[in-house]
């Protein structure tokens, strides 16, 4: 049975099996987690990763999916990254919320300044995957959700990543968003985050709710996808079973705000699961500090409800259409 979070917002049973890393973890770079394989023929460098937060461990199915196949890249090289080796450890299905890091957000350190600095366990994982993320043209980042079921393609504001997400064909919501006050995420680091477009291509995939079973297939699916893109494998090398259909069509959502808890008193109005598309401006969707949190603007959709307040996290993002359907 599940249990009510720090939100308000009940957790969902963890269902999900917990992989055995035992043999992906030795890697064969001397990088521990680290696979690389070079085709040896011209091409991008494409990185997957997962495991960035211990308790999202559909990517690391994903990339057990990869490994086990014997996939090679027939150009360029293929890079597969077990980030958060640390966190996976610590995980318990009954308390998955504890797991997502030791120290502090592997997701919010990806800054010159933060890497410089070992002082917490994820500034010191992230500057051995650093080279890398250096070497990588191309980046897949596999996640999931706290709360949120459905899958979100989190492309960042850049256009070429926007219109790869659309290439892709999956997941049918692309959220356009600028990333977080809290710190720099690995999609966004260095090249990944220039205005310009200089040939690199980044996404971070949310695969749906954590414990899901389904999180896994969605990782997969848009593992053979990015791969498939990137030019690095053709789709015919790749198993028939990793390709999920193709969603019926893609919508492409910008964020415009990202609600922060001012303190460990915040609590959402009612229990929202995500993507709810509410018609007013000025509905209460949320209390922070005893003050109540509205939409700005009407038909105002709601994007990650999270479900442990941490003050001057980010705790649920506000978006709108870019355009029509695609």
Same mark, same amino acid.
């Given at each position: 049975?599940?249990?009510?979070?720090?939100?308000?917002?009940?957790?969902?049973?963890?269902?999900?099996?917990?992989?055995?890393?035992?043999?992906?973890? *030795?890697?064969?770079?001397?990088?521990?987690?680290?696979?690389?394989?070079?085709?040896?023929?011209?091409?991008?460098?494409?990185?997957?990763?997962?495991?960035?937060?211990?308790?999202?461990?559909?990517?690391?199915?994903?990339?057990?999916?990869?490994?086990? *196949?014997?996939?090679?890249?027939?150009?360029?090289?293929?890079?597969?990254?077990?980030?958060?080796?640390?966190?996976?450890?610590?995980?318990?299905?009954?308390?998955?919320?504890?797991?997502?890091?030791?120290?502090?957000?592997?997701?919010?350190?990806?800054?010159?300044?933060?890497?410089?600095? =070992?002082?917490t366990q994820e500034r010191r994982r992230a500057a051995q995957l650093l080279p890398w993320v250096k070497k990588a043209d191309w980046l897949l980042d596999i996640h999931s959700m706290s709360?949120?079921?459905?899958?979100?393609?989190?492309?960042?504001?850049?256009?070429?990543?926007?219109?790869?997400?659309?290439?892709?064909g999956n997941p049918a919501h692309i959220i356009a968003d600028a990333g977080h006050a809290a710190g720099v995420r690995m999609r966004d680091?260095?090249?990944?985050?220039?205005?310009?477009?200089?040939?690199?291509?980044?996404?971070?995939?949310?695969?749906?709710?954590?414990?899901?079973?389904?999180?896994?297939?969605?990782?997969?699916?848009?593992?053979?996808?990015?791969?498939?893109?990137?030019?690095?494998?053709?789709?015919?090398?790749?198993?028939? =079973?990793?390709?999920?259909?193709?969603?019926?069509?893609?919508?492409?959502?910008?964020?415009?705000?990202?609600?922060?808890?001012?303190?460990?008193?915040?609590?959402?109005?009612?229990?929202?699961?995500?993507?709810?598309?509410?018609?007013?401006?000025?509905?209460?969707?949320?209390?922070?500090?005893?003050?109540?949190?509205?939409?700005?603007?009407?038909?105002?959709?709601?994007?990650?409800?999270?479900?442990?307040?941490?003050?001057?996290?980010?705790?649920?993002?506000?978006?709108?259409?870019?355009?029509?359907?695609?």
């Amino acid at each position: 049975m599940s249990t009510a979070s720090s939100t308000g917002i009940p957790l969902r049973p963890f269902e999900l099996a917990h992989p055995d890393l035992n043999v992906e973890r *030795a890697g064969n770079t001397g990088t521990e987690g680290v696979w690389h394989f070079d085709s040896g023929q011209p091409g991008p460098t494409v990185m997957i990763t997962a495991l960035i937060h211990g308790n999202e461990l559909c990517g690391a199915w994903a990339l057990k999916d990869v490994l086990a *196949a014997g996939l090679r890249p027939q150009r360029g090289a293929l890079t597969l990254a077990f980030c958060n080796l640390a966190a996976f450890d610590r995980f318990d299905a009954a308390a998955y919320t504890d797991s997502r890091f030791v120290d502090e957000d592997m997701n919010r350190v990806w800054s010159d300044d933060k890497l410089a600095d =070992s002082s917490t366990q994820e500034r010191r994982r992230a500057a051995q995957l650093l080279p890398w993320v250096k070497k990588a043209d191309w980046l897949l980042d596999i996640h999931s959700m706290s709360n949120s079921t459905v899958p979100l393609q989190m492309s960042g504001v850049h256009q070429h990543n926007i219109d790869l997400a659309l290439t892709l064909g999956n997941p049918a919501h692309i959220i356009a968003d600028a990333g977080h006050a809290a710190g720099v995420r690995m999609r966004d680091y260095g090249r990944f985050g220039a205005e310009q477009d200089n040939g690199s291509r980044s996404l971070l995939i949310e695969c749906g709710f954590h414990g899901a079973p389904s999180a896994h297939q969605v990782a997969t699916d848009q593992v053979a996808r990015f791969l498939v893109a990137s030019g690095i494998v053709e789709a015919a090398r790749l198993p028939g =079973s990793w390709f999920a259909p193709t969603a019926p069509s893609q919508e492409a959502l910008r964020v415009t705000h990202a609600i922060a808890a001012k303190s460990t008193d915040f609590r959402f109005s009612q229990h929202w699961k995500g993507l709810e598309k509410l018609p007013h401006a000025g509905t209460v969707i949320a209390w922070s500090d005893g003050e109540a949190v509205t939409t700005p603007y009407d038909d105002c959709v709601l994007i990650m409800p999270a479900v442990t307040v941490r003050p001057g996290v980010t705790m649920l993002r506000l978006a709108q259409p870019i355009a029509q359907r695609i």
